[in-house]
């Protein structure tokens, strides 16, 4: 057995073409049907976001798996197998292990450290169970996956640092006001930039929006989104006066926010602090403006060195995830393990417990005057005996599966005990355990250089 991934992401293809070969909620039920008249697929589970599309399997004959899963993605994307497979990433064993554990932790995510995508991995693992499409090994790979991307978010600050400039601008105002919920903001501009900071705010408890844009309309379409209101240019001063922060990002060539403008409104806010955000290049407002009483000015490049300090520390924080990751791949590598030897386990079990019963019958044909008290205490202590017996083998088989020759062992053991026949060795799980075990005791170092993101910790 074999454990494959094939997919794209925002490295391997653009959002086109990504865009074509996603698959929505609504098509999974097909999808999984299909996969699951496919003999050599045991398990599978699809992921797709915004920024990946990938399909995790557990299957019999690799190379066929892979061969249809490319083909599949192709036919979605109305391209050829040979234009697909260029912008596919396709792995096998341990690298499908390391690959979720990166994603299930903000690894993989275009920005380090981001949270949506473990509640969209733990979502696709929900809806492949419901479907019936998952067992016992993706089963247990996701929720060890999912538990490490939990543990990432809350033993480490990966994902507490700002690390786009809209963000950074929320970092800042909440380091001035503290809390934002109830304070008021007017947007100057209605672009992209201003939508992106505002929605932060928004998210962060700030719902007092309101919108001034020399174009009327685009000023209503953004201050709608946010239960908002829209504001005449002529208002600006008035606005200005209001406002607990002003966040601007217009095309204007001029500066459109004077010092003169902000003295002005700064007189009548009396000890009120104001925030001024310039995302504008060029700047919107005066570098003046930061100088006047209680106000607090921030321009792009103020953010842009924020991002960068917290995008440093996303990556030393990373470091930590990355040795987290190998933790749990060694944890996942050990489970896989004992499911190999958990039927001979049961078997030789089972060897113990006939036996028990066997020299239990004899015994009561040849003292048939036991009272039942009797009878039970010695059935207990019997089998006390063949407990403890096993107790020591049965670790040792535990500890050895994991190891190159256990698999060896594991098959003399059961020749040993004379359980070989009645026990699925599971020469298939076996192969899966290979894959997985050889490259997992290489250690972080490969991964590391994969990623590119080096250990930096202090």
């Not at 073409?17 to 589970?45: K, N």
């Not at 249809?68 to 292990?97: D, F, M, P």
């Not at 990966?158 to 601008?169: D, E, L």
């Amino acid at each position: 057995m074999h454990l494959i991934m094939v997919g794209m992401n925002h490295r391997t293809a653009s959002v086109e073409l990504r865009e074509r070969v996603s698959i929505v909620e609504d098509d999974l039920a097909s999808v999984y049907g299909q996969l699951r008249d496919l003999r050599t697929v045991y398990e599978s589970v699809v992921l797709s976001t915004c920024n990946r599309t990938e399909i995790y399997t557990v299957v019999t004959t690799r190379d066929s798996a892979e061969d249809y899963l490319l083909k599949y993605l192709a036919r979605r994307a109305g391209l050829s197998e040979e234009n697909i497979r260029a912008h596919t990433l396709t792995l096998q064993g341990e690298e499908v292990v390391r690959h979720l554990m990166k994603v299930s932790s903000g690894l993989d995510s275009m920005v380090v450290g981001e949270t949506q995508i473990l509640g969209q991995v733990r979502d696709a693992f929900s809806l492949a169970h419901e479907h019936g499409a998952t067992g016992l090994i993706l089963n247990q790979l996701f929720r060890t996956s999912i538990h490490l991307g939990k543990r990432a978010h809350t033993e480490t600050t990966i994902g507490q640092n700002a690390v786009s400039v809209s963000y950074a601008a929320v970092q800042l105002a909440r380091k001035v006001f503290g809390e934002l919920t109830g304070r008021r903001v007017l947007v100057v501009g209605a672009g992209k930039m201003s939508q992106l900071t505002t929605q932060y705010l928004y998210e962060h408890g700030m719902t007092d929006v309101h919108v001034v844009n020399r174009s009327l309309a685009r000023a209503e379409a953004l201050a709608q989104q946010f239960g908002g209101s829209s504001v005449p240019w002529s208002s600006l001063s008035g606005e200005l006066t209001a406002a607990d922060i002003v966040i601007s990002s217009t095309s204007s060539k001029q500066i459109v926010l004077s010092r003169v403008m902000v003295e002005q409104a700064a007189q009548g806010r009396g000890t009120r602090p104001l925030l001024l955000v310039d995302i504008a290049v060029p700047r919107d407002i005066d570098p003046e403006a930061g100088s006047v009483r209680n106000v607090f000015l921030y321009d792009i490049d103020d953010l842009e060195g924020v991002v960068a300090a917290n995008q440093a520390e996303r990556l030393r924080q990373a470091a930590l995830v990355e040795s987290m990751i190998q933790d749990g791949l060694s944890s996942f590598v050990e489970w896989l393990a004992e499911q190999r030897v958990v039927p001979v386990i049961a078997a030789v079990r089972a060897r113990g417990e006939d036996i028990h019963e066997r020299v239990m019958a004899s015994l009561e044909r040849k003292l048939p005057d036991l009272s039942e008290r009797e009878r039970k205490l010695i059935r207990k202590h019997a089998m006390s005996i063949v407990n403890q017996l096993l107790r020591e083998p049965v670790q040792y088989m535990k500890e050895r599966a994991g190891v190159s020759e256990g698999v060896d062992e594991v098959e003399w053991f059961a020749d040993m005990f004379g359980v070989a026949e009645q026990a699925d060795l599971q020469p298939v799980l076996g192969g899966l355990l290979e894959s997985v075990t050889n490259t997992a005791q290489q250690g972080t170092e490969r991964v590391t250089r994969a990623t590119g993101l080096q250990p930096a910790l202090r």
